[in-house]
């Protein structure tokens, strides 16, 4: 099975300062289709995880243009160009590469300074 | 505006069984895989099961294999998750999520404000 780390598992940031998730996987992520199937998500506290980043590095529907993805391959990264007080949460990244499962990171808590 | 609701948590004794439903809306229920998702109290995040648009196909992580069943109802627009024998270990939030994709889902886009399941004598 694939495996997922992240790095920092915690990070703690000045509001209006930049923060970077990195997430690495076990095997490659790029399928034969082409496409790259990472992911990334925001737990807020007391909330369900909401999808920010699909692919590697398209926005979902609403999510501010502040968050961005990158990386290929097991190498991934988020970056928050300039965190808001809105971004805590719990940050997880996700593969579907190897169906039927989804292997979620163990996550990055991300708080304000 | 897509909404998810899940019910049916609570706390039941190691061996019990327990069903959740999750109540959907504003969207084409029978278009869409679904999925559950659970959570560990203060543990992070862990796929449970798929469903295909028809319930023609259903898929398990390995650790609820032979325990728990998915099973839809598209003329309800709900999802169910049978659970039985349950263990201390199926302790946690259990989320209904939409999935995305092709032939086979590849993420999730909405998920519902889960229930809660917790597992103990």
């Known amino acids: 099975d694939i495996v997922m780390t992240q790095t920092p598992l915690s990070l703690s940031v000045t509001p209006g300062q930049p923060a970077s998730i990195s997430c690495k996987s076990s095997?490659?992520?790029?399928?034969?289709?082409?496409?790259?199937?990472l992911y990334w998500y925001l737990q807020k506290p007391g909330q369900p995880p909401q999808l920010l980043i699909y692919e590697v590095s398209n926005r979902f529907s609403g999510v501010p243009d502040r968050f961005s993805g990158s990386g290929s391959g097991t190498d991934f990264t988020l970056k928050i160009s300039r965190v808001e007080a809105e971004d805590v949460g719990v940050y997880y990244c996700?593969?579907?590469?190897?169906?039927?499962?989804?292997?979620f990171g163990p996550g990055t808590k991300v708080d304000i300074k | 505006e897509v909404q998810l609701v899940e019910s049916g948590g609570g706390l039941v004794q190691p061996g019990g069984s327990l069903r959740l439903s999750c109540a959907a809306s504003?969207?084409?229920?029978?278009?869409?895989?679904m999925s559950w998702v659970r959570q560990a109290p203060g543990k992070g995040l862990e796929w449970v099961a798929n469903?295909?648009?028809?319930?023609?196909?259903?898929y398990y992580v390995d650790s609820v294999k032979g325990r728990f069943t998915i099973s839809r109802d598209n003329a309800k627009n709900s999802l169910y998750l049978q659970m039985n024998s349950l263990r201390a270990e199926d302790t946690a939030v259990y989320y209904c999520?939409?999935?995305?994709?092709?032939?086979?889902?590849?993420?999730?886009?909405?998920w519902g404000q889960g229930t809660l399941v917790t597992v103990s004598s």
């Open positions: 095997q490659s992520l790029l399928h034969s289709d082409g496409k790259t199937y």
């Open positions: 504003g969207f084409t229920f029978s278009s869409y895989w």
């Open positions: 999520a939409r999935g995305v994709g092709g032939s086979y889902p590849r993420y999730f886009d909405y």
């Open positions: 996700m593969q579907s590469i190897q169906l039927p499962l989804f292997t």
């Open positions: 469903i295909k648009q028809d319930g023609s196909e259903k």
